[in-house]
T-cell receptor, first 114, second 113 residues
Framework: KQEVTQIPAALSVPEGENLVLNCSFT??????LQWFRQDPGKGLTSLLL?????REQTSGRLNASLDKSSGRSTLYIAASQPGDSATYLC?????????????FGKGTKLSVKP | EAGVTQSPTHLIKTRGQQATLRCSPI?????VYWYQQALGLGLQFLLW???????NRGNFPPRFSGRQFPNYSSELNVNALELEDSALYLC????????????FGPGTRLTVL
């Protein structure tokens, strides 16, 4: 059974700092991995999608890497801003057939202090 | 381009009643997923519909059911509501099986009293 773990559960940093959020999964047979952000009481915003054949994806100040063999992904946020404060969720999919649903970690709650 | 929409935004019911939640996917998307986010439990997969058929369901009792209509919109029905059904219900859509990138709606907050 696939399990997704995110460390740390919460993180507080001063504005401007570069930071790394970690995600690990127990079954390396994944189709893709998605990073999301969720603001309190709101839906999820997709940040980055990494296909299983890819090693990393970049969007603006965000960079996500994937190491399938070790069951790990990291989300790097450069020059953090107070507007980055949110919960960041990592999710994996086995894809295809009947395995299309996402399996989520419990998230890392990020607070960026001005 | 319009994103995934969900209605209602909030829903208050009492124990034993039935709740119906609705979702409209992004135009062109054929797959709709339902997830439950209960306090302290994280996001749990409920149901997946693609091309009008149920493709997979999570570890939830049969009183959680749904359907997908010919226009790919979907509804989630929860019968015999229990207090622990109180949660944020999120709908997501994707183009189908190929890329499977999922885009989420704003959610329906269900409160069971």
């Amino acid at each position: 059974k696939q399990e997704v773990t995110q460390i740390p559960a919460a993180l507080s940093v001063p504005e401007g700092e570069n930071l790394v959020l970690n995600c690990s999964f127990t079954d390396s047979a994944i189709y893709n991995l998605q990073w999301f952000r969720q603001d309190p009481g709101k839906g999820l915003t997709s940040l980055l999608l990494i296909q299983s054949s890819q090693r990393e994806q970049t969007s603006g100040r965000l960079n996500a890497s994937l190491d399938k063999s070790s069951g790990r992904s990291t989300l790097y946020i450069a020059a953090s801003q107070p507007g980055d404060s949110a919960t960041y969720l990592c999710a994996v999919s086995r894809g295809g057939g009947s395995q299309g649903n996402l399996i989520f970690g419990k998230g890392t709650k990020l607070s960026v202090k001005p | 381009e319009a994103g995934v929409t969900q209605s209602p935004t909030h829903l208050i019911k009492t124990r034993g009643q039935q709740a119906t939640l609705r979702c409209s996917p992004i135009s062109g998307h054929t797959s709709v997923y339902w997830y439950q986010q209960a306090l302290g439990l994280g996001l749990q997969f409920l149901l997946w519909y693609d091309e009008g058929e149920e493709r997979n369901r999570g570890n939830f009792p049969p009183r959680f059911s749904g359907r997908q209509f010919p226009n790919y919109s979907s509804e989630l029905n929860v019968n015999a509501l229990e207090l622990e059904d109180s949660a944020l219900y999120l709908c997501a859509s994707s183009l189908g099986l190929i890329l499977n990138e999922q885009f989420f709606g704003p959610g329906t907050r269900l409160t069971v009293l």
